[in-house]
Nanobody, 123 residues
């Protein structure tokens, strides 16, 4: 069973930056494609970014392209989300997720989820 634990969320002013981290345990991390998703109150969970097993391929939602960067360190079993130029609409609970299947933007394709970390961007 894969355990995923996010950290790094918090309160930041618009235009600021945060770096989210996700620690993985219980599985060969390098076999997992990883993704970040977010969910705001009253809204569906939405795709933010994904990264392939090797880290060679990344893909972003249009809403974060150019502002967010996903990365991973397979030696440390970690995946990161660097968030710059944050906007109030980025406020949400952020989840990391892993899949042994194909890289996907659909939450349903991910087998393993963390508990989430809250990001709040004030205007």
């Amino acid at each position: 069973q894969v355990q995923l634990v996010e950290s790094g969320g918090g309160l930041v002013q618009a235009g600021g930056s945060l770096r989210l981290s996700c620690a993985a345990a219980g599985y060969t991390f390098s076999r997992l494609h990883m993704g970040w998703f977010r969910q705001a109150p009253g809204k569906e969970r939405e795709f933010v970014a994904t990264i392939s097993r090797s880290g060679a391929s990344t893909y972003y939602a249009d809403s974060v392209q150019g502002r967010f960067t996903i990365s991973r360190d397979n030696a440390k079993n970690m995946v990161y989300l660097q968030m710059n130029s944050l906007k109030p609409e980025d406020s949400a609970n952020y989840y990391c997720a892993g899949t042994t299947g194909w890289v996907s933007v659909r939450p349903a394709e991910y087998d393993h989820w963390g508990q989430g970390t809250q990001v709040t961007v004030s205007s």
